[in-house]
């Protein structure tokens, strides 16, 4: 992890990096993190923990959150289209009223919510089931 990633540990930093012009965040720890109607457009986030976070409203068009942990988190609202969610877990999120369209997931890897139906929400399988 390089040393601009390691010294995000705040959602205050992570937006003030991505203002900056940083989009690389792969790895970040921000479980619990506050970033509700946070501006993340196609940031890296691949491998992030953001588990138990409050992302509602937030805008992460075309953001890479393969393998990132969002378990618990609260995406409701938030817009997630064309995004990539290969491997990402979703377990137990709130994707209620989410803009998911064109995201992109793999069907064996990708944890959703359960109940959940990717292919109701127009999401990319990147396999066949």
């Known amino acids: 992890m390089s040393d601009a990633i390691s010294a995000i540990n705040d ?24 970033l509700s109607g946070a501006y993340l ?6 491998y992030a923990d953001l588990s138990e976070a409050n992302l509602s409203g937030a805008h992460l068009r075309g953001t890479d959150l ?10 409701a609202q938030a817009d997630l289209r064309g995004a990539m ?3 990402t877990d979703l377990r137990g999120a709130n994707l209620q009223d989410a803009l998911l ?11 959703f919510p ?3 139906d990717p292919k109701a929400a127009n ?7």
Do not use: C, V, W
């Open 41 to 46: 457009q196609g940031a890296d986030l691949s």
């Open 101 to 111: 369209a064109a995201a992109d997931y793999d069907p064996e890897e990708t944890h």
């Open 123 to 129: 999401m990319r399988p990147d396999r066949p089931a």
């Open 114 to 116: 359960t109940g959940f």
């Open 66 to 75: 393969s393998y990132a942990r969002l378990s618990e988190a609260n995406l």
């Open 11 to 34: 959602s205050e930093t992570l937006i003030k990096a991505y203002q900056a012009g940083q989009r690389n965040f792969t790895n970040l720890d921000l479980a619990s993190a506050e």
């Open 85 to 87: 969610l290969l491997g």
